[in-house]
């Protein structure tokens, strides 16, 4: 059943870019002008997983699947590959990056398979010719960046290179607190964002530590403001007040309200 589908998926797409019948704005696109696209649907499946919205979860994933199919397809136009090339890739890349699985290496934890999985990659990138051999290459930099700091540490932490419990990370972070009010009284700009920068990539090993992934906690904030300043918002207007009119105080006693009253 799943193969029927995916065959009318791919025709689908191919009847899209067709260069007589096709959709005109499908025809249009390239590799470089999806990408916004791809992105967003990526957003939009953890959005659903993360407001437990699963109803809906089979419509964002198919989202994201046209996505890839849409890749393909302009490469096979191309000459380049097909969607059953992408398939083989991944296949072939899952199996050799789980030899506990696949093949009689044996893993202890879910630390040794992390380490493993990390040293595969490495020699998959020395096998593709990668002369430099750093832990860190191959660390995409297009990736937002709490993302890209998560990824940093956790590849550093398996060499051993990380704080021995989260006191350390904790203390840091409270270093570079006090360096960014330091930067704000004194410094330039670029002294206040380098400092702030430093102070995000402390939270996030914060967070690494106690196994919190950042992005989603990030966005767990975000939507708990947008929840609270729209409840702010409810309240002004059953109070027949204008938001903008408010002075800050009576804008906290909202929030203060809202907070108690929804969490």
Request: proline residues 3%; negative net charge; charged residues 35%.
């Amino acid at each position: 059943m799943s193969s029927e589908y995916l065959r009318e998926l791919l025709n689908v797409m191919a009847q899209l870019r067709d260069p007589e019948r096709g959709c005109v704005w499908d025809k249009q696109q390239t590799y470089q002008s999806i990408v916004p696209h791809t992105i967003e649907e990526a957003y939009e499946v953890a959005e659903t997983i993360e407001s437990e919205d699963l109803d809906a979860l089979p419509g964002e994933l198919g989202d994201l699947l046209f996505q890839v199919v849409f890749y393909a397809q302009i490469a096979k136009e191309e000459g380049r590959f097909d969607f059953d090339d992408v398939c083989k890739k991944i296949t072939e890349k899952m199996i050799k990056r789980h030899p506990h699985v696949f093949s009689d290496v044996k893993i202890e934890s879910v630390e040794d398979q992390s380490r493993l999985w990390e040293e595969i990659k490495k020699d998959e990138r020395v096998a593709e010719g990668d002369k430099t051999k750093s832990l860190l290459d191959g660390v995409s930099t297009a990736l937002p960046g709490l993302a890209v700091a998560k990824k940093l540490q956790t590849r550093a932490a398996n060499v051993g290179y990380d704080w021995p419990d989260i006191q350390g990370p904790i203390e840091k972070l409270e270093e570079e607190f006090e360096e960014v009010k330091h930067a704000i009284i004194e410094g330039t700009a670029e002294q206040i964002k380098d400092e702030i920068g430093d102070l995000l990539f402390c939270a996030v090993n914060i967070a690494r530590h106690v196994n919190v992934d950042p992005d989603a906690a990030l966005r767990h904030a975000n939507r708990k403001f947008i929840r609270r300043f729209k409840g702010m918002e409810a309240l002004c207007e059953a109070n027949e007040q204008i938001f903008s009119e408010l002075s800050l105080d009576e804008m906290e006693a909202y929030w203060q309200r809202v907070k108690h009253e929804t969490e």
